[in-house]
Structures are given as C-alpha cells and as structure tokens.
C-alpha cells in the first residue's frame, strides 16, 4: 500500500535556528514527490516538485531534497513568516493525475 | 486572476440534508479534484475529473457524488449528509499535460453536519 508519513507532527524553532522536515514514503512507483505549505485557514500551496533521488530543489530558505525512501525539507534560519504547515505528497505510478498521497503535514512554529 | 474558488466558505447541515459545493478555476486547467482534510488523517481524494463530462473516484468516494458539465466548474453534492462528513473539503485543479501533480488549491469549504 502507497503511504507517506512526514515527522515531527509539530516542530517550534527560535528564529534563525536552522532544521530539518522528514518525509518517509512507500509506493510502488514513483512518479514525483510534492511539498506544500499550508496556512491556517487557507488551502495548500504548491513549493517543489522533486522526480528522482538526488535531485534538489530551493526557494529563498527553504530546500527539499529527495532519496529512494524519503525527503527532506530543510529551513535555513527560519523567520516567523515562515511558520506553517508544511505537506509531503507523492504520486505514484502509472497516475499521471493530480492522485497524490498526502502525509498528515508538519506544523512549524518560528517564534521570534 | 482568482484561481480556484470554492462557495460556499462555510455550511452547516442537519443529518440526511444534501448540499452541493460549487468550485470554479479560471486558469484553463483540465484535470480538478475534490480532496477532505480530517485532522490526523491529511488530506484525502474524493473524486475527481480529468476533463469537461468524465469523472472517477479517489480514495474516499462513499456519499459523495461529482459533475463536470462546464470545463471550469466541478460540483461536489451530498445527497444526505451524515456527521462523518464534517471535514474541510477543498477543490483543486492541475494541467492536464506535464505537472499534474502540482495542484492549485481554492481555500476550502468547512462544513459541520449535526
């Protein structure tokens, strides 16, 4: 069975204080892994789309990377502004729609 | 532009009510889908459609019924709606060609059944 797990469900870091967002997914096949990030009250936001291991994507501090098994999103000192959700998805194969398996989401806290 | 968007932003219903949840996108997008969000379970395809007339169902299809009459529109009806279905449902859609996994999402319809 296609299932992603994101860790920590929750993760409060001091402003400037770098880390990291794991995703850990099983599927068949893999088509891509997505990441998002979700504000309370609002609906996602599409950040990266990573295809095959090694490859690496950044925006301004953020950088997610992708193995066989998991990936990572790492926030280089963080500013509260980017306190959110943030969601892991893949897309398995043979699926070329927007099918994608969601983890439950790691909630970030920068405090200032 | 408004991208995806849902009405309405907020329902409650009583046992066995039906309601419909109207979503529009104005980017062209071929492919929309209907997701739930539950705390502790993510976010969850219902149904969803890859192009005007045609529909197939996610992961969590049960109670729930879809139409695409108009490319850019896509209804989600409840025919009677039980308590299980208290959920944020949110509308999405993606291109029907490459990057169909990056989905434009509306900002979600929150619905309480009683």
């Known amino acids: 069975e296609d299932q992603v797990t994101q860790s920590p469900e929750a993760l409060r870091l001091q402003e400037g204080e770098s880390s990291s967002l794991n995703c850990s997914y099983t599927?068949?096949?893999?088509?891509?892994l997505f990441w998002y990030r979700q504000d309370p009250g609002k609906g996602p936001e599409f950040l990266f789309t990573l295809y095959s291991a090694g490859e690496e994507k950044e925006k301004e501090r953020l950088k997610a990377t992708l193995t066989k098994k998991e990936s990572f999103l790492h926030i280089t000192a963080p500013k509260p502004e980017d306190s959110a959700t943030y969601l892991c998805a893949v897309q398995a194969i043979p699926s070329n729609t927007g099918k994608l398996i969601f983890g439950q989401g790691t909630t970030l806290q920068v405090k200032p | 532009n408004a991208g995806v968007t849902q009405t309405p932003k907020f329902r409650v219903l009583k046992t066995g009510q039906s309601m419909t949840l109207l979503c529009a996108q104005d980017?062209?997008?071929?492919?929309m889908y209907w997701y739930r969000q539950d705390p502790g379970m993510g976010l969850r395809l219902i149904h969803y459609?890859?192009?005007?007339?045609?529909?197939a169902k996610g992961e969590v299809p049960d109670g729930y019924n879809v139409s695409r009459l108009k490319k850019q529109n896509f209804l989600l009806g409840l025919e009677s709606a039980a308590p299980s279905q208290t959920s944020v449902y949110f509308c999405a859609s993606s291109k029907g060609t490459a990057n169909t996994g990056e989905l434009f999402f509306g900002e979600g319809s929150r619905l309480t059944v009683l």
């Open positions: 459609s890859v192009g005007e007339g045609t529909t």
């Open positions: 980017m062209n997008h071929e492919y």
């Open positions: 599927v068949s096949g893999l088509r891509g």
